[in-house]
């Protein structure tokens, strides 16, 4: 190795980018592009899912260079880490994924892979014990294993009927 000093204290640097030579090549600034496999290894989602998701979700848009490479910019990565957080930890379905897009923008699904805003549409969240109506009794007994998912079912869909009535 030359005497030329490094542009960076190697002592700075994350443990995992210490090793060999290649590795360095591995740590990259928050805002340099990446390749679809430094963002699959990231988010620990496979290459196919993320070419899957592009065609899903129209604001989640790579560069594409000559061949095809994809390069995902940093507001990509950024998208991205919400269409995660939306899909595998919150439950939410494409369907419901794409609604939310359209309706609240890509700055809402960034925010909540932030962390910054909760996933949590108003209309959805759970209403409190207050406001809560009393669930009408069932006609007919169900078994016991059945009654409280079942009962709680009906409790919902009688708030989005009133809801409904409400509306109209």
Known sequence: MSGTPLPFDPADMPEDAT??????????????FRTISEVSEELDIPAHVLR??????????????????????????????????????????????????????????????EG?????IAED???????????APVAAPM??????AIEDAIARLERLRDRLRAAV
């Open 125 to 135: 969240a759970p209403e409190t014990d207050a406001a809560r109506p009393v669930a």
């Open 143 to 148: 078994g016991a294993s059945a009654g409280p």
């Open 19 to 32: 090793g060999a030579a290649g590795d360095l090549a591995r740590v990259k600034s928050a805002q340099a």
């Open 116 to 120: 910054l805003e909760s996933p949590m």
């Open 52 to 113: 899957f998701w592009e065609t899903k979700f129209p604001a989640l848009t790579p560069m594409k260079r000559g061949g095809g490479r994809r390069y995902y910019r940093p507001a990509d990565l950024a998208l991205l880490r919400g269409i995660r957080a939306l899909l595998y930890d919150e439950g939410l379905t494409i369907k419901g994924l794409q609604k939310m897009l359209r309706e609240r923008g890509a700055k809402h699904v960034v925010a909540i892979g």
